[in-house]
């Protein structure tokens, strides 16, 4: 079973909605990431966090909205959504430094997002 | 150019056989790491193996191997004695070393293999 949990599992919004999907994590890791996963396609980054700070935007759209409340949560706001935002959303974690090669990524189950 | 390359869309495997699946790499860094995951259809991403790229040894997790030639920058993924559970997409991935600037956060995703165990 993995030890990042997300969810909800499946959320369905109209775009004029507010809603959240939320992550934990309790391996200890130090850096926390969200990834957009369009349907058979690699996963893409969209943020990192790395001690519970934003280290990372990769460009993503203000009507996204990340937070990291502690170390073992990470949350991702949704307002004003579009239906190309519909995607599978995947948190992940992963130890300490970023910088270290060996530290391997682990991921939740992920939330599917239909936008309507 | 393509930093991960799968070139394997598909793949087909009777139950209880060996699969390899194809992976290259581009990268002109010294250290690097190379990971498979493993995705289901319910989304999940799995980590499966990883080997470094000082790592003489190739890395090996249960029925997983990792076949890694440097020389070829080839990475591919062996799974024994397949089962129906094994029956997913599969994704190669690399994470470089950028010591002169920049993290190495970025994991770089190959485009997939999507393999399906027969019975």
């Known amino acids: 079973d993995t030890e990042v949990t997300q969810t909800p599992k499946h959320l369905v919004m109209g775009m004029t909605n507010k809603k959240s999907l939320k992550c934990e994590q309790h391996m200890g890791h130090r850096a926390m990431y969200w990834y957009k996963q369009k349907a058979k396609k690699p996963p893409e980054l969209m943020f990192v966090?790395?001690?519970?700070?934003?280290?990372i935007n990769e460009s993503v759209p203000s009507r996204f909205s990340p937070e990291c409340p502690n170390s073992s949560l990470l949350n991702l706001h949704l307002h004003a959504l579009q239906p190309e935002d519909s995607a599978l959303y995947l948190c992940a974690s992963s130890q300490g430094a970023l910088r270290e090669i060996g530290n391997t990524i682990y991921f939740g189950e992920g939330s599917w997002l239909t936008v309507v | 150019a393509q930093k991960i390359t799968q070139t394997q869309p598909g793949m087909f495997v009777q139950e209880k056989e060996a699969v390899t699946l194809d992976c290259t790499y581009d990268t002109s860094d010294q250290s690097y790491g190379l990971f498979w995951y493993k995705q289901p259809s319910s989304g999940e991403m799995i980590f499966l193996i990883y080997?470094?790229?000082?790592?003489?040894q190739n890395a090996t997790e249960g029925r997983y191997s990792l076949n890694f030639q440097k020389a070829r920058k080839s990475a591919n993924l062996v799974i024994s004695a397949s089962q129906l559970g094994d029956s997913a997409m599969y994704f190669c991935?690399?994470?470089?070393?950028?010591?002169?600037?920049?993290?190495?956060?970025?994991?770089?995703f190959g485009k997939g293999t999507l393999l399906t165990v027969n019975p």
């Open positions: 080997q470094g790229s000082y790592d003489e």
């Open positions: 966090y790395s001690y519970e700070k934003l280290s």
């Open positions: 991935a690399m994470r470089e070393a950028r010591w002169s600037g920049g993290s190495n956060y970025k994991l770089t």
